[in-house]
């Protein structure tokens, strides 16, 4: 079974459009994470939450806004995409949210907006 | 502002030899360092968290060190194998957020 599962794996799209991308972790953990991976393949945290509620928000444009109806789901939403929106997107999970703890990567959405 | 480098960016070995990859921090104030595999069109897989009252790490064949004085890190893979290739991150965690580096691709060659 897969612990970190985030849908769709690719998605292309035209600018101005909106998507949102699903992740849902089956491992029992409090807190999850949106990731993105540029195209020099670093990656930079955009949200964190814990138990449903926000906690990490890094200067992330208001055009992505995140949703988590339970703990175990946390969705990114993004409205009139641009081409520099272009990525990878990967949610994570932890247990708690602790500095100490392993964090588990779903596969990865890549976006390609046109 | 935490900045993680990795050198080098890529490396080819073949079978059987050691892998030496490298991890630089600016910050040594962190709470500890993971390092990551990558493989294509994959999520990552968290491989050694070295805490930072640690020094290493051991799994198997991989050994990861931690020097936070200097700002470093070095993950050892002994005896390299085909399967071993693919994209290894490191990151430091000096809060909630990580800190990634780029990565080094690491190609075995059989």
């Known amino acids: 079974d897969t612990a970190v599962s985030q849908t769709p794996k690719y998605l292309v799209t035209q600018m101005g459009n909106d998507k949102s991308i699903k992740c849902e972790q089956n491992?029992?953990?409090?807190?999850m994470y949106w990731y993105k991976q540029d195209s020099k393949k670093f990656l930079k945290i955009m949200f964190s939450?814990?138990?449903?509620?926000?906690?990490i928000n890094e200067t992330v444009p208001n055009r992505f806004s995140p949703k988590s109806p339970d703990k175990a789901h946390l969705n990114l939403h993004i409205n009139s995409l641009e081409l520099g929106d272009s990525a990878v997107y990967f949610c994570?999970?932890?247990?708690?949210?602790?500095?100490?703890?392993?964090?588990?990567f779903g596969s990865g959405t890549q976006l390609s907006v046109l | 502002k935490q900045e993680v480098t990795q050198i080098p960016a890529a490396l080819s070995v073949p079978e059987g030899e050691n892998l030496v990859l490298n991890c630089s921090f600016t910050?040594?104030?962190?709470?500890?360092l993971q390092w990551f595999r990558q493989d294509p069109g994959k999520g990552l897989t968290s491989l050694l968290l070295?805490?930072?009252?640690?020094r290493e790490q051991t799994s198997g064949r991989l050994n990861a060190s931690l020097d936070k004085s200097s700002g470093r890190s070095t993950l050892y893979i002994a005896a390299s194998q085909p399967g071993d290739s693919a994209t290894y991150l490191c990151?430091?965690?000096?809060?909630?957020?990580?800190?990634f580096g780029a990565g080094t691709t690491v190609t075995v060659r059989a």
């Open positions: 939450y814990n138990n449903k509620e926000l906690i």
């Open positions: 994570a999970s932890s247990l708690s949210g602790a500095t100490n703890e392993k964090l588990f």
């Open positions: 910050d040594s104030a962190i709470y500890n």
């Open positions: 491992l029992g953990h409090d807190t």
């Open positions: 990151a430091v965690s000096p809060d909630y957020k990580l800190s």
């Open positions: 070295i805490q930072s009252s640690q």
